[in-house]
């Protein structure tokens, strides 16, 4: 029941992402999150190291989509100015926003990776849409409402996993 909600890799941040060793994988293009994944969910752009981030996966051949499930206005600002494609109000874990995301980039599921912040929306549907996952610390302290119940949640279902030797990751909840 709990395959789908384990991610194949956890990080504190997306720097600690190695690029290398995701290309040497065959991972050729990131769907990634933008709230608490990217920036804090209440920063409308991007800070200097993401930038700096996005740039180091484009110099990896690496292609990068944001799929949010926020508003377009929410992600159109901060993905614009960073020319950044983007899918908003994608309804995660539902698979059809990252199947489109692998379509746009004219990559298969199997050359894709799934970077996010959330057990519920990001690591589920990457997992359920056959993609690779990477579960990454959130950016920020604070969530809004939704996520606040999302969190909740999770720190349920790892507390399980960890008592049930399914994970073993330092830093735990």
């Known amino acids: 029941m ?10 504190q ?11 040497k994988k ?13 920036v804090e ?7 200097p190291e993401v930038r700096e981030w996005v740039k180091r996966i484009k110099e990896h051949d690496m292609v990068v989509t944001i799929v949010s499930n926020n508003t377009e206005k929410r992600v159109k600002a901060f993905a614009d100015p960073e020319e ?6 994608a309804r995660k874990p539902m698979r059809r926003s990252f199947v489109r ?13 799934v970077v996010g912040d959330q057990i519920f929306t990001d690591v589920l549907g990457g997992n359920r849409a056959g993609l690779q ?3 990454v ?32 990751w330092e830093n735990q909840d």
């Open 101 to 113: 995301a692998c379509q746009q980039m004219e990559v298969t599921p199997e050359e894709t990776v």
């Open 26 to 38: 065959g991972i050729r293009a990131i769907i990634t999150d933008l709230d608490n994944t990217l």
């Open 133 to 135: 996952t990477i579960l």
């Open 84 to 89: 950044m494609v983007f899918i908003h109000s």
């Open 137 to 168: 610390v959130p950016v920020a302290k604070s969530d809004g409402l939704a996520t606040l119940l999302n969190r909740r949640a999770e720190r349920f279902v790892l507390r399980w996993m960890r008592k049930k030797g399914l994970i073993q």
């Open 41 to 47: 969910w209440d920063r409308p752009e991007a800070t």
């Open 13 to 23: 941040s997306i720097y600690e992402i190695n690029l290398g060793e995701l290309q």
């Open 2 to 11: 709990f395959k789908n909600l384990l991610p194949n890799q956890y990080v």
